[in-house]
């Protein structure tokens, strides 16, 4: 059995409920997280990324702050968290319908996915165990 976690951008979880519900995986966890990824240092990135959000708004001086803070590194930013428990013949697809329900264009900040296997599952209710348990 896997664990497949995903950390991914607040205004994707969406996208990844219908990924994966159309999947056939209906159950899942989420839960509000901030955090960041590795501090981006290529200018170029940098400042497609900074056009992008010029163009559907223009920066004000809190924008202006946030950006700033991205880039320096000391901004931490909301983002779901998705735990997905599978079976072993599952894992890729979910985490294939994971990357594509949150790839962007942006080239930074898309998320990432841990996959971890785990030994037992037993489900309350009915005290079923393994995979039956899922």
Same mark, same amino acid.
């Given at each position: ?10 205004? &994707?979880?969406?996208?990844? !409920?219908?990924?994966? =519900? @159309? ?7 989420a839960f509000k997280a901030n #955090? ?13 990324? &900074?056009?992008?959000?010029? !163009?559907?708004?223009? =920066? @004000? ?11 320096? #590194? ?12 599978v079976a072993d013949e599952d894992?890729? !697809? ?16 898309? #998320? ?11 489900r309350v209710r009915t005290k ?7």
């Amino acid at each position: 059995m896997k664990e497949i976690t995903a950390v991914i951008r607040i205004e &994707k979880i969406g996208a990844t !409920k219908k990924a994966l =519900l @159309d999947i056939g995986i209906p159950g899942f966890t989420a839960f509000k997280a901030n #955090g960041r990824g590795k501090l981006v240092t290529d200018k170029t990135l940098l400042n497609k990324r &900074k056009l992008s959000i010029v !163009k559907t708004s223009p =920066l @004000d001086t809190r924008s202006e702050l946030v950006m700033t803070e991205f880039i320096d #590194g000391t901004r931490t930013f909301p983002c779901r968290v998705v735990i997905v428990l599978v079976a072993d013949e599952d894992a890729d !697809k979910v985490v294939q319908a994971i990357i594509k329900a949150n790839r962007t264009n942006y080239g930074i900040g898309d #998320g990432k996915i841990f996959v971890s296997s785990f030994d037992e599952a037993i489900r309350v209710r009915t005290k079923e165990t393994g995979v039956a348990a899922l």
